[in-house]
């Protein structure tokens, strides 16, 4: 984030300090963003990297920061951990619990988990994923061998052509990141590990109908592969399962440990189980309006992804 910030929080500008007799007590930083809410456009930020030095902790620090953001007159987003999600639900904001990180292990014995686990917890899990390797091998085997329908790698898309697809399968009843090309370009095409980066769409060649975008990357000298964004026809299940696991062969095929993704609505969910992605763990997110209708909508159905905030933040 440090080397990368201008970009991730679209300037630094967005990027606070809070100070105490002169000290460096409190940072934060917001990431601009637009929201599809009840069919429109709601304006608003992901509110991140909120740290309190620990010699000014139970200091009101904290609160102060809150008020400001909260004097904020636009849509507050974050996906907050146990502890702050409880502040910010007693500050007024809607939590949700309901989210799950879902991971694809096609090679458990690398899983970072199952690698970094200590005491028994951590040798249960290496035993569990020793259990389950001759299982993951075979699962790669058969990722390996998908013949799509329609999915296709695209090289050198345009981010007018996952913008289509947006505006041609965007609901008015589901809350999420408004995808136009200017959104697509900054987040992606701009992104300082573009090179990292690979596109899939499906569907019909003048009107696709779903795109993922998958970020291979290596941490510690294990492969691994996010899909930072999937979007399209959620009620065409199929072309959704056929361009998923195109992008789960392309991530097996580069020697990719694990898969990750975020998924908030249940026919990903579903779509996403069917195919091997059995291991879940818990996401929340919250959200601040002064408009009762947001904050009604933003409790409803919303469809977020790991594109979304800094769940991806450059490594």
């Given at each position: ?76 987003l974050g996906f907050p951990n146990s502890l702050a999600a ?222 979304d905030s800094d769940n991806d933040a450059p490594e």
């Open positions: 984030m440090r080397a990368h910030g201008h970009w991730w929080h679209h300037g630094n500008q967005n990027r606070w300090v809070a100070l105490v007799d002169g000290e460096i007590a409190a940072y934060c930083g917001i990431i601009p963003t637009q929201c599809l809410i009840n069919g429109g456009r709601e304006s608003g930020f992901w509110w991140v990297d909120l740290v309190v030095a620990p010699e000014f902790r139970g200091r009101g620090v904290q609160r102060f920061l809150d008020t400001e953001i909260d004097r904020m007159g636009e849509l507050k409880r502040i910010h639900r007693k500050h007024g904001w809607g939590v949700r619990g309901d989210m799950r990180v879902l991971m694809f292990p096609l090679r458990p014995l690398r899983v970072k988990k199952v690698r970094t686990g200590s005491g028994f917890p951590g040798s249960m899990l290496r035993g569990s994923a020793c259990l389950a390797t001759p299982f993951a091998a075979l699962m790669r085997r058969h990722t390996m061998r998908y013949e799509p329908l329609t999915a296709r790698i695209v090289e050198a898309p345009s981010p007018d052509l996952l913008a289509g697809i947006f505006e041609r399968h965007k609901e008015k009843g589901t809350a999420t990141t408004y995808r136009d090309g200017d959104y697509v370009r900054s987040r992606y095409f701009d992104a300082p590990y573009r090179a990292e980066l690979s596109f899939f769409i499906a569907g019909p060649a003048s009107l696709p109908t779903h795109f993922v975008v998958a970020r291979n990357l290596t941490i510690n000298g294990v492969k691994t592969t996010r899909l930072l964004d999937v979007f399209g026809d959620f009620a065409d299940l199929e072309g959704l399962e056929d361009v998923l696991k195109l992008a789960v062969e392309d991530g097996a095929r580069q020697g990719s440990s694990q898969i990750t993704t975020l998924a908030s609505i249940p026919e990903l969910r579903a779509v996403l189980r069917s195919m091997g992605f059995l291991i879940g763990t818990k996401t929340r997110f919250c959200w601040r309006s002064n408009s009762q209708n947001v904050m009604r909508s933003l409790g409803l159905r919303g469809h977020w992804v790991l594109g």
